[in-house]
């Protein structure tokens, strides 16, 4: 069984920065593939970026050029740093898979912007 810990949310202003972090354990030999999911109120829950063995990325198009996943193989741990936020990016933000959810979920980490 694989545990997964989110962390690194938080209230910001529109225009701010985060950086999320998750931490991965339990029955992985290693990190390699993820992926950062959010959830808004009242939505469905959406891949937002992905990182695959190799180090390619593929990000939605609503985060494309603010967002950047990168991973730590060796920590089993996987970044989410999150620039020029916009209210709209506001939800709880989880990791899994990098194109499903390949665990089970964690609690995630709320990040709310303000306009």
């Known amino acids: 069984q694989v545990h997964l810990v989110e962390s690194g949310g938080g209230l910001v202003q529109a225009g701010g920065s985060l950086k999320l972090s998750c931490a991965a354990s339990?029955?992985?030999?290693?990190?390699?593939?993820m992926g950062w999911y959010r959830q808004a109120p009242g939505k469905q829950r959406e891949l937002v970026a992905a990182?695959?063995?190799?180090?390619?990325?593929n990000y939605a198009d609503s985060v494309k050029g603010r967002f950047t996943i990168s991973i730590d193989n060796v920590k089993n741990t996987v970044f989410l740093q999150m620039n020029s936020l916009k209210a709209e990016d506001t939800a709880v933000y989880y990791c899994?898979?990098?194109?499903?959810?390949?665990?089970?979920w964690g609690q995630g980490t709320q990040v709310t912007v303000s306009s």
């Open positions: 339990g029955s992985i030999i290693r990190v390699n593939a």
């Open positions: 899994n898979g990098p194109r499903w959810a390949s665990y089970g």
């Open positions: 990182i695959f063995s190799g180090g390619s990325t």
